[in-house]
């Protein structure tokens, strides 16, 4: 029927024993006419509010029309009076069903007032986080082998452009900022070293302390550190906001892996200029040193050097050119693998960033432990 010419929706009250053929109890029966819809309905909600008397059943043979709302009307009225709805068939009788099955409370998420559990669920969570990034990550670390070992295999797909422009970035740009950082690195061990020792009498050891601690440690660790948040945060930066403009989607389409052209070179670069970067830092650091210990305990630039030979030993090259490329290794794939991960806004390059130079910087400290357990067994102390 065309909706215009439908009747209003309304309804009329009658005894529940004065139907046909029914004896319901003595209760009233609410038999609605009309067209049951948000355009016809009315004031038939304020109506069906001021109904008094106890309500038995409700007769919805007689409607011509239902839809969502009249049916959500009729089923809250039968709720609050507790009545029976009868006469519907077909979609009507569906329609109704649908509303009655919606109609259900909002179960809430309980709220844990108990402090240790809340902080219990907040340490699980970043402990499942953390394995399953540790899993993505050596999954990631996996197919930087294999991007390698097929370059290796076909060294007509190496990208010699793209690695000697990472070489440039990761390498030659950050060799005033090293420089920099390590030599007043130097400076500040000699200063300490020299104002604890002086309390001994034994000012002169200040060269073991320098030459020793920025050959074999703080050389190629602070290196890292200073290339993780340069370097490592750039290749998370890059590869995320490549991800978000689909480039990296584009290139797998036109057949060219992303592994290859993006990851590789920056993990070659930083894996063969981290040696060269970390032995930089130590030299640079020992010349801070050797001008501090000049300059405040008169030990001139020829006895500082002849001592630097005689008490670092040639297996503190080898530790410090032994760590500096896995440490490399370490920062350019969690950057790229933090890179690879953004996704769904803009927001996530700057979270995935951080994360790749957080990473990167724990895996190098707890690696550089590792290392240093494992030189101490085997002699080179």
């Known amino acids: 029927m065309d909706q215009s010419m439908s ?150 797909r190496f990208r010699f452009n793209a690695t000697v422009q990472r070489f440039e970035v990761v390498g030659v740009s950050a060799l005033g900022i090293i420089g920099l950082m390590s030599f007043l690195i130097g400076v500040v061990i000699a200063q300490q070293g020299a104002v604890q020792l002086r309390q001994f009498g034994a000012e002169a050891f200040t060269i073991n302390l320098v030459g020793r601690i920025s050959m074999r440690e703080l050389g190629v660790l602070m290196t890292a550190i200073m290339v993780a948040g340069r370097s490592g945060s750039a290749f998370a930066a890059q590869l995320g906001t490549m991800k978000l403009t689909e480039e990296i989607d584009a290139m797998r389409t036109i057949g060219v892996s992303p592994m290859e052209a993006l990851v590789l070179p920056r993990t070659i670069a930083a894996v063969m200029l981290m040696p060269l970067l970390g032995f930089y830092a130590s030299i640079t650091a020992i010349i801070g040193g050797g001008l501090l210990c000049w300059f405040a305990l008169g030990i001139p630039p020829v006895a500082f050097v002849s001592r630097i030979r005689e008490v670092v030993p040639i297996t503190d090259v080898y530790v410090g050119l032994i760590k500096a490329p896995v440490f490399g290794a370490i920062i350019a794939v969690a950057g790229c693998f933090q890179g690879m991960q953004v996704k769904g806004d803009a927001e996530q390059v700057g979270l995935k960033t951080t994360s790749a130079v957080v990473q990167a910087i724990f895996m190098v400290i707890v690696v550089d432990a590792f290392f240093a357990v494992f030189f101490e067994q085997i002699g080179w102390i």
């Open 7 to 156: 009747a209003a929706a309304d309804f009329s009250v009658a005894r529940d024993d004065d139907r046909d053929g029914a004896s319901g109890g003595g209760g009233q029966v609410l038999r609605f006419t009309g067209d049951l819809s948000l355009s016809r309905l009315g004031d038939l909600p304020a109506r069906l509010s001021r109904q008094d008397g106890d309500i038995a059943a409700i007769d919805l043979s007689q409607v011509e029309r239902i839809d969502t709302i009249g049916a959500w009307v009729i089923h809250r009225f039968a709720r609050e009076r507790q009545a029976r709805i009868e006469g519907l068939s077909g979609d009507g009788q569906n329609l109704l069903e649908q509303v009655q099955a919606a109609d259900q409370p909002v179960q809430m998420r309980p709220q844990s007032h108990s402090a240790f559990r809340r902080v219990l669920g907040e340490v699980g969570e970043a402990s499942a986080q953390a394995g399953r990034t540790a899993l993505g990550l050596l999954a990631f670390m996996g197919e930087t082998m294999i991007a390698f070992w097929g370059v290796m295999r076909h060294p007509s």
